[in-house]
T-cell receptor, first 115, second 114 residues
């Protein structure tokens, strides 16, 4: 049963610490997304990769956030330094191809709390 | 620009009664539309999608949605609600720019009462 895998599932950290979230997309998928979900803002797109290249990170705060794909099986989202306002659920999603009708599959999320 | 509006933030129904979750979209071209469901503390699961084929789309768990271009709507329905349907539902339109950027509605929380 193919699925998007995210780690850690839950993370509590202190303000100022570095946080790294990891995502393993579904094998063979060449598009990867990072979304952030909060009560106030709902679901926001942070970054988008196609064939490991970042194509859209306009939704990501550049001063503290960074997203990479070291290889086709791993995507990372890093926050340094973390702040309480970064507390949210971070979802990774993957898909195949670039057609607008292609299904995007979501992981179960990384629940981040910054205190 | 594309956008999607979910007309109800909360819907409450009794078990066994019909479900209607309303969604309107705005798009300058023929869109792809999706409904995703999110159960508490879980990720998002695809219920169904419309991609310019049949306008009535059947999904999982007895849900279906009808694409109505004249009304720019893509409402989600189910004939008979089950307790396990209680969740948050997101209407989504696929964006432009040559890739499948998903634009989410604000979500509708469905409560099902015995």
């Amino acid at each position: 049963d193919a699925r998007v895998t995210q780690t850690p599932r839950h993370k509590v950290t202190e303000m100022g610490q570095e946080v790294t979230m990891r995502c393993q997309p579904i094998l063979g998928h060449n598009t990867v997304f990072w979304y952030r979900q909060t009560m106030m803002q709902g679901l926001e797109l942070l970054a988008y990769f196609r064939n490991r290249a970042p194509l859209d990170d306009s939704g990501m705060p550049k001063d503290r956030f960074s997203a990479e794909m070291p290889d086709a099986t791993l995507a990372t989202l890093k926050i340094q330094p973390s702040e309480p306002r970064d507390s949210a659920v971070y979802f990774c999603a993957s898909g195949l191809g670039q057609s607008s009708g292609n299904t995007i599959y979501f992981g179960e999320g990384s629940w981040l709390t910054v205190v | 620009a594309q956008s999607v509006t979910q007309l109800d933030s909360h819907v409450s129904v009794s078990e066994g009664t019909p479900v209607l979750l309303r969604c309107n979209y705005s798009s300058s071209y023929s869109p792809s539309l999706f409904w995703y469901v999110q159960h508490p503390n879980k990720g998002l699961q695809l219920l169904l999608k419309y991609t310019s084929a049949a306008t009535l789309v059947k999904g999982i768990n007895g849900f279906e949605a009808e694409f109505k271009k004249s009304e720019t709507s893509f409402h989600l329905t189910k004939p008979s609600a089950h307790m396990s349907d209680a969740a948050e539902y997101f209407c989504v339109v696929s964006g432009t720019g040559g890739y499948n950027k998903l634009i989410f509605g604000a979500g509708t929380r469905l409560a099902v009462h015995p």
